[in-house]
């Protein structure tokens, strides 16, 4: 009966811990809004690595005078860049999920 005690006591400060950091555990993590706002990064991330690409290789081809060539090249890398961004993210979210799976199980 002592150990039952001392384990609640011990979620109730998981609790209030994860709420001074702002993890609201009644907050849902990937819900619908969760899950929205993690799309729109992944957008972003996407479209940011092309237009930066675009950027550069407009600016190396006004600098050389070689029209298309950076011009193509750079946005492939930025598209290439943003994807992998973007992998990373989607790695990092389901490592998340993961692990609030594993807590949820074990409580």
Do not use: Y
Not at 20 to 41: C, M, R, Y
């Amino acid at each position: 009966m002592h150990e039952d005690g001392g384990s609640e006591r011990l979620r109730q400060l998981e609790r209030r811990i994860a709420r001074a950091k702002g993890e609201d555990e009644s907050a849902p993590e990937t819900g619908d809004i969760g899950q929205a706002n993690v799309a729109w990064q992944m957008v972003t991330e996407l479209v940011a690595g092309i237009v930066i690409g675009l950027g550069i290789g407009l600016g190396l081809d006004a600098l050389f005078g070689t029209r298309p060539l950076f011009l193509v090249l750079f946005v492939l890398l930025g598209l290439v860049a943003g994807v992998r961004v973007m992998m990373r993210t989607a790695a990092d979210l389901q490592e998340k999920q993961a692990a609030k799976a594993a807590r949820d199980e074990r409580d």
